[in-house]
């Protein structure tokens, strides 16, 4: 299985972590008015993200079933599409393979779920192929910055990765 692979690799990271399994993270609370009263009630925003062969109704059983009190009322104040996974038997993924491939010969191109939220999930809805993909060299603190509140890429990573999508979009636009 792929945690039993991952587990012998060094262990499943944070990161790797949120793309094995749907998640909940509490973002905002908010409760009370004084430190030393107890509030009547109280409210926590939750950024949910939900793999592919999950729905959002799904999930939000899930979250009641574990929350364990009824009386906890669960609301949805915006939801995106349900997950769906870009197909890679396609002309540009392919072409994307063999750019990446050309200049990383021993690279192995894979799909990966990424455990933050992207735009491609409402391009997806609309028909629009989508596949989550830099094709950029990235640090391990590049990759844990994502979507924090010190996100960065290094300059010296995008001229390479911008070779690899024009390259990829040149081999996909000549086959036509």
């Not at 509030?39 to 979250?63: F, H, M, N, Y």
Request: with cysteine.
């Amino acid at each position: 299985d792929l945690e039993g692979a991952i587990a012998k690799l060094g262990g499943i990271s944070r990161i790797v972590n949120a793309t094995l399994r749907n998640t909940a993270n509490p973002t905002m609370l908010k409760a009370g008015y004084k430190a030393n009263v107890i509030p009547a009630t109280a409210e926590a925003v939750i950024d949910c993200r939900v793999l592919p062969g999950s729905s959002k109704q799904q999930w939000l059983e899930e979250i009641a079933r574990r929350l364990g009190d009824p009386k906890i009322k669960v609301e949805v104040t915006y939801e995106s599409p349900d997950p769906v996974v870009t197909t890679q038997e396609s002309p540009f993924y392919r072409a994307l393979e063999a750019a990446v491939k050309k200049r990383h010969p021993g690279a192995i191109v894979a799909p990966m779920i990424v455990p933050y939220g992207t735009d491609a999930n409402s391009f997806r809805a609309l028909g629009v192929k989508s596949y989550g993909f830099t094709p950029a060299i990235l640090p391990a603190e590049v990759v844990a910055s994502m979507h924090g509140d010190a996100e960065f890429v290094p300059l010296d990573a995008l001229g390479p990765a911008i070779q690899i999508l024009y390259d990829a979009l040149v081999a996909t636009a000549s086959k036509k």
